[in-house]
């Protein structure tokens, strides 16, 4: 049933899958919601590289509660993925592999995931709690001044996601 | 006169604040419960069954139930014998957010201007609301927020010639453009009456009313269970991945309103629908 995913990933892998598999990935995944996006897109404009490689990588819309001692982070559900819709094509055209998030993606989303072979992924919305669990290791990589909108490189293991756009443009939303 | 010390309130809001984001209510435990166990679409009763998974780990390991613990949205109800003492009822109400998201782990979302956007670090300020009533108490609702389904959140101006099935068409439009962003299952808090601003406040009201109670007034009791149903029949269904559960609860409150206007606020809320009251 659950197709197991390493990330970072290859193209090839991505253009297996379906919308409505259910995956499970594992591996090193980068998290950036909305400031991170504008201060990446910032970075890009003014000709200075991204603070990670995000060729073949995977974008977890997500902007962490804090941890407790003891903790690796605190709550950590997806975020609505549209407001990033701005930022994704270009990102995806420099070879962005995967975006996770929740919620609908514009037709210049869509049309960049078709031209890059990428894909989609949605994570339960609101179960912050259930997949921090999945987090083994967290560390604040760029933009620690903008706190919980930082980007985090995250390690993950099984963290579980439904392919809503795949790279054929399908839409699980609009089945 | 009856004196409280505003240093009160600091301490119950500081509480409410964490325990509200570890801990969600009982009616809407209940109903995401009943939800899994009717839901037919194999997903979405997967999706409902990890989200009361999610709702155990929140409560036994101290981890926000979402890590969108809102923006700290407060109702008074403040008694009109009461005299408040030891200092500003508005700053004791954000000192006590201040202390309940900075020592309960939570996230500070609420930047300090919505164009310069610069976080403020603490999750302040709260948005109050205050209403003076009779009597020598005080009533406290606290009411996070979190912003993927505020950002759904509509006001429809109709005109008196709509009438009710006008209403009907904005809850399901609302609705519907909300789709899979408002992580449903949703709760949604409809406002009818009053003016701009007054719908808006009584949407937001009607979402800390507990899901398994109806209107008292009938009409608009009927009204909740229909547009629950419509709502239901979308299809739309737990993360908007399809399934007969898109919302658990409608919820309406009225208020008369001028000759010329029938005012409609739609706040929609998620299956994270935290409020918690205290009285002081």
Redesign the interface.
């Given at each position: 049933m659950e197709i197991k995913l390493t990330s970072p990933i290859e193209k090839s892998r991505l253009s297996e899958l379906r919308a409505?598999d259910m995956v499970s990935i594992s591996g090193t995944i980068y998290t950036a919601r909305d400031?991170a996006h504008k201060r990446m897109e910032e970075a890009l404009s003014s000709g200075k590289d991204l603070p990670f490689d995000i060729k073949g990588n995977i974008i977890y819309y997500?902007?962490?509660?804090?941890?407790?001692e003891g903790?690796v982070i605190?709550?950590?559900?997806p975020?609505?993925a549209?407001r990033m819709d701005k930022y994704t094509p270009k990102l995806l055209d420099l070879g962005l592999a995967a975006m996770i998030g929740?919620?609908?993606r514009t037709p210049e989303v869509h049309e960049a995931i078709i031209r890059n072979g990428a894909v989609y992924f949605?994570a339960?919305?609101?179960?912050?709690?259930?997949l921090?669990?999945c987090i083994k290791e967290c560390e604040v990589i760029a933009y620690e001044d903008?706190?919980?909108?930082a980007i985090r490189k995250l390690r993950v293991e099984d963290f579980?996601c439904?392919v809503v756009i795949d790279s054929t443009g399908e839409d699980?939303?609009l089945? | 006169m009856r004196e409280i010390k505003v240093s009160e309130i600091t301490d119950k809001i500081k509480n409410m604040c964490i325990d509200v984001n570890l801990n969600l209510s009982d009616d809407m435990r209940s109903a995401l419960k009943e939800a899994s166990q009717e839901e037919d679409s194999e997903l979405g009763k997967h999706i409902l069954k990890q989200l009361e998974k999610n709702l155990e780990i929140a409560s036994s390991e101290n981890i926000p139930i979402c890590q969108d613990t809102g923006m700290a949205v407060i109702f008074l109800e403040i008694g009109q014998d009461v005299h408040l003492t030891g200092g500003s009822l508005e700053a004791a109400i954000n000192e006590g957010v201040r202390q309940g998201y900075t020592e309960g782990y939570l996230r500070k979302s609420v930047v300090s201007d919505p164009l310069i956007r610069k976080n403020t670090g603490d999750n302040t300020p709260a948005v109050i609301h205050e209403k003076i009533v009779d009597g020598d108490k005080i009533k406290i609702t606290l009411a996070p927020k979190g912003f993927g389904s505020e950002n759904m959140s509509r006001v429809f101006m109709l005109k008196p010639a709509e009438g009710i099935e006008g209403v009907k068409n904005a809850v399901l439009t609302a609705v519907k453009d909300a789709g899979p962003n408002a992580c449903p299952p949703m709760v949604v808090g409809v406002g009818i009456g009053g003016d701009f601003e007054k719908c808006a406040i009584l949407a937001k009201l009607a979402l800390t009313r507990k899901v398994n109670e109806s209107s008292e007034i009938q009409y608009v009791a009927e009204l909740e269970e229909e547009l629950k149903e419509k709502i239901n029949n979308t299809g739309i269904g737990p993360g908007g991945l399809g399934g007969k559960t898109t919302c658990l609860a409608v919820n309406i409150n009225t208020y008369p309103t001028h000759i010329a206007g029938l005012p409609v606020a739609v706040n929609i809320c998620c299956h994270v629908n935290r409020h918690i009251s205290c009285i002081v």
């Open positions: 409505g400031a997500m902007g962490p509660s804090p941890a407790r903790q605190g709550s950590a559900g975020t609505t549209s929740k919620g609908k949605a339960i919305g609101g179960a912050g709690a259930l921090s669990k903008l706190g919980t909108e579980p439904i699980l939303y089945k | -």
